[in-house]
C-alpha cells in the first residue's frame, strides 16, 4: 500500500531496470502531487531506505508504452498522475513495491527514512509465517509476494522471509531449522545474489541455499533435496523399520530345519521384506530369527507380498540364544508373523508411511494387540 506523506509527491516504484546510456533508473506511479529535477527523493532499499537526488524526469514520448526501448522526453517537473522514469544515484538499491517519498526541506529526510524502513517493516510482518519452515528470500517485494503464494499452493511451510541479497545475518536465521527439522534448514533465493560470506557460513552450519531466476526451478531443486533427504533418513532407519506379515508354512516345502531354516511360506497379508524379524506367537512368542533372503521361482526377490508363495531362508542373528528347529520348536500348525515393537511403529510412521497400505496398519493394529504394545 502507498504510504501518505505530507511531501510534495506520493509516488510507488513499479520497477527497477538499467537502460543504457542511462544507467539504473526507476520507473513509478506519480499518485498524487509533483515530482522535480533535483528533488530530494528516499526509497527503500533492500539494505534499509536511503535518501537520493532527483537527476532526471523522463516519460515516454506521447502515445507510446514505458516498456517500449525508446528515447524518453525530459522535464524538469512532473505532475500527478501519471507514469515517470527517474534517474538518480544507487537506484540500483531500490525495491519495488514500495512508496517514494519527496522531501520538501533537508529536515525532512531523516523523518521520511524512518518513515520508508517502517513501511517496509510493516509490510514484512504482514505476511504470515509458521513456527517451521524453509527461509524464503526475493529481490523485490512483488516476487517475494509471487513466491510464498507459490509455496503455499505446493504446501510447503516457511518460517522467515527477508527482501534483497542472502547475508551472513539470513543463514543465521535458517539454520534455526537444523534444531527442529533438517528439511527446513534451507534457504530459497529467489532472484538475488548470495554474498560469499553467506554461502561460507551456509556450508559450516549445513544450511542449504537454492538460487533460481524462475520460481519453478527453485520449488524443483527444494523438492529434489527433499526426496534425497527422505531417501537418506529411509537408508539410515531401514534396519529399525519392521514392516507387518503373516504366514503360513507350506509342510511340502521345508528344505532345512535348523540355522538356517529354509522353508516355503504363503504370505496370509502384509509385506515380507527380508531383514524382518520372525516369530511364532502360539509358542509363546518363540523367536526364530531374521529373514534374510527370499527366492520365487529360483530368482531371489526383496519382498513378498499377499498371497504370494516364496521360500525364504531364516538366520539366528544377533540373539546369542540357540538356535531354533523345524518340528521341535515350531511347525507347520504354526504361522509366522513379523515381530514388531513400538520403536518398530514408529520408525515406519516416520520414516516408511509412504510404503505402507491400509492393509498393512491394519495388521499392525492386529500385532499390536497380540504383542500387547501400547
Known amino acids: 500500500a502507498v504510504v501518505s506523506t505530507q511531501s510534495t509527491g506520493e509516488a510507488m516504484v513499479l520497477e527497477v531496470k538499467a537502460i543504457h546510456g542511462l544507467g539504473t533508473t526507476v520507473d513509478i506511479i506519480l499518485k498524487n502531487g509533483q515530482i522535480r529535477e533535483s528533488d530530494t527523493v528516499v526509497l527503500s532499499g533492500i539494505e534499509g531506505a536511503f535518501s537520493t537526488t532527483v537527476r532526471a524526469v523522463l516519460t515516454p514520448h506521447p502515445m507510446k508504452e514505458m516498456r517500449v526501448k525508446n528515447n524518453y522526453v525530459q522535464h524538469k517537473v512532473v505532475r500527478a498522475a501519471q507514469g515517470i522514469k527517474i534517474c538518480a544515484r544507487d537506484m540500483e538499491k531500490t525495491l519495488a513495491g514500495m512508496p517514494v517519498y519527496v522531501a520538501k526541506h533537508a529536515d ?37 509476494e509471487a ?77 529434489g533435496y527433499k526426496e534425497e533427504l527422505k531417501a537418506r533418513r529411509k537408508e539410515e532407519n531401514k534396519h529399525s523399520a519392521v514392516f507387518p506379515c503373516r504366514l503360513r508354512i507350506l509342510p511340502t516345502c521345508i528344505f532345512n530345519t535348523r540355522d538356517p531354516i529354509v522353508i ?61 528347529l523345524y518340528g521341535r520348536h515350531f511347525d507347520e500348525n504354526d504361522v509366522l508373523v513379523s515381530r514388531i515393537t513400538r520403536d518398530s511403529i514408529d520408525t515406519l510412521k516416520e520414516y516408511f ?20 504394545i501400547l
Open 108 to 144: 525532512e529526510v531523516e523523518v521520511l527514512v524512518a518513515d520508508a524502513n517502517l513501511a517496509l517493516k510493516e509490510e514484512l510482518k504482514s505476511i504470515k509465517v509458521a513456527s517451521e519452515g524453509v527461509y524464503v528470500q526475493a529481490s523485490t517485494l512483488g516476487s517475494l
Open 147 to 223: 513466491l510464498l503464494q507459490f509455496l503455499k499452493d505446493s504446501k510447503i511451510k516457511y518460517s522467515g522471509v527477508s527482501i534483497g541479497p542472502v547475508h551472513k545475518k539470513d543463514v543465521m536465521k535458517a539454520s534455526v531449522m537444523l534444531q527442529h527439522d533438517k528439511e527446513f534448514a534451507c534457504l530459497l533465493a529467489f532472484d538475488v545474489k548470495v554474498e560469499r560470506e553467506a554461502q561460507e557460513t551456509a556450508d559450516s552450519l549445513g544450511v542449504r541455499i537454492f538460487t533460481a531466476d524462475i520460481i519453478y526451478h527453485l520449488f524443483d531443486q527444494f523438492m
Open 264 to 324: 516355503g511360506v504363503t504370505v496370509i497379508n502384509g509385506v515380507l521384506r527380508a531383514g524382518t524379524p520372525l516369530c511364532v506367537p502360539s509358542k509363546e512368542f518363540c523367536y526364530l530369527g531374521v529373514c534374510t533372503s527370499l527366492e520365487m521361482n529360483n530368482k531371489q526377490i526383496e519382498s513378498a507380498h499377499t498371497g504370494q508363495d516364496v521360500c525364504i531362508k531364516i538366520e539366528n542373528l544377533g540373539t546369542g540364544d540357540a538356535p531354533k
Open 353 to 372: 508411511r509412504d510404503e505402507m497400505s491400509k492393509e498393512g496398519w491394519k495388521l499392525i493394529v492386529e500385532l499390536k494387540k497380540i504383542f500387547e
